[in-house]
Each structure stands twice: as C-alpha cells, then as structure tokens.
C-alpha cells in the first residue's frame, strides 16, 4: 500500500536570494539535495525563565536523538511563521504558545546530518512563553527537558556533538546580539 502525503503539507521553496520560487512536498524535501527552503525554530520558555529543549525522536530520518530546540517546522504557502509555530507547537508539543518574539529573522544554515541528509533553510528564529507542560509527539520528539539558559551554554561549550547543528549556530548568533534580553519582562 502506498501511503499518499497530505496535499496541504507543502514547504516553500526558495531562491538563492530568499524569495519563494515554488513549492514541494515536506516530504520530498530533505535529501542529499535538499533545496533552500523556509521554514521556522522555535524557543519555548516557561513563567519561570527556563527555556524547553527536547530530544528529537530516534525515528526522525535526519539527527535522530540529537537534543535541540524546543521544536522546528515549516510555513505552509501563504501561511504566516507565526501561524505556522503556533500549528507546530500544537502537533508536536501538545501545548499553546503565547508572545512570539523574533530574534534572528533572516537565520539561514545548511547542515549534512552523518547519513548526508541536508537540511538548507532560511529559518527565522522565534522565542515564546507558554503555561503547559509539554505532551509530546513521539513521533517528533523522544523526550524534553527545563532548563536555565547557563544549562544551555554548558551544553553548548561541553557536549555540542549531542546538539542539532542549527541550534549551535542559532545560540551562537542569539548570544552575539543579546538577544535573550527580548524575553525580559
């Protein structure tokens, strides 16, 4: 039996220069040549400062098990990022998100994974609060994990073979502007 994709679940594909070219199918997208696409990477921080990482599930085709970010998606066409982190943050963290902040807008990276998947993405990146406690997808993410933003520059600097690519290179860029000061109240 051959299971069909969602016809809705299209990725936005992009010129050299960062403007939407096409379309193609999620599914089909990330390959050894993986074209520039949009897509998004999310912060999740609670009431109390602690930003949300999680473990990506071991079945995910691209750095299964890897720690990174709270969650990553990809805009549908013509939907906004914001719209899109809030679908994403449902589906894969059972859980609302309120206050998106963004804090690297033109984020862009490409990045080979060890079976030489390429991920090419222009990926703003956003920040936001939330009150739940996270449900997560299996399927997108193994296990989370609260931490302090020291944690996460501990981790950073002692163990980044255990974290995604993207998220090194988007601490790196977020701790270079400051910009962990937009979530201050």
Same mark, same amino acid.
């Given at each position: 039996?051959?299971?069909?994709?969602?016809?809705?679940?299209?990725?936005?594909?992009?010129?050299?220069?960062?403007?939407?070219?096409?379309?193609?199918?999620?599914?089909?997208?990330?390959?050894?040549?993986?074209?520039?696409?949009?897509?998004?990477?999310?912060?999740?921080?609670?009431?109390?400062?602690?930003?949300?990482?999680?473990?990506?599930?071991?079945?995910?085709?691209?750095?299964?098990?890897?720690?990174? *970010?709270?969650?990553?998606?990809?805009?549908?066409?013509?939907?906004?990022?914001?719209?899109?982190?809030?679908?994403?943050?449902?589906?894969?963290?059972?859980?609302?998100?309120?206050?998106?902040?963004?804090?690297?807008?033109?984020?862009?990276?490409?990045?080979?994974?060890?079976?030489?998947?390429?991920? *090419?993405?222009?990926?703003?990146?956003?920040?936001?609060?939330?009150?739940?406690?996270?449900?997560? *997808?299996?399927?997108?993410?193994?296990?989370?994990?609260?931490?302090?933003?020291?944690?996460?520059?501990?981790?950073?600097?002692?163990?980044?073979?255990?974290?995604?690519?993207?998220?090194?290179?988007?601490?790196?860029?977020?701790?270079?502007?400051?910009?962990?000061?937009?979530?201050?109240?």
């Amino acid at each position: 039996m051959v299971v069909q994709a969602d016809p809705a679940d299209l990725v936005v594909l992009l010129d050299d220069d960062g403007r939407p070219s096409g379309t193609a199918p999620r599914a089909t997208v990330h390959s050894t040549d993986t074209p520039l696409h949009l897509a998004f990477s999310c912060y999740v921080f609670d009431a109390a400062g602690r930003l949300l990482l999680t473990r990506r599930a071991v079945t995910k085709p691209t750095w299964p098990g890897v720690w990174t *970010n709270s969650f990553c998606g990809h805009p549908r066409p013509g939907e906004e990022s914001v719209d899109a982190l809030h679908r994403y943050a449902r589906h894969e963290l059972g859980m609302a998100v309120l206050e998106p902040v963004c804090l690297l807008p033109s984020f862009r990276y490409r990045a080979v994974d060890a079976g030489g998947i390429v991920e *090419n993405e222009l990926c703003p990146v956003y920040a936001v609060r939330c009150t739940d406690e996270p449900v997560l *997808n299996p399927d997108e993410a193994a296990e989370s994990r609260w931490v302090e933003l020291a944690e996460l520059r501990a981790a950073v600097s002692s163990a980044p073979w255990a974290l995604s690519p993207w998220l090194l290179e988007q601490v790196a860029e977020i701790e270079a502007v400051d910009g962990w000061t937009a979530l201050r109240p």
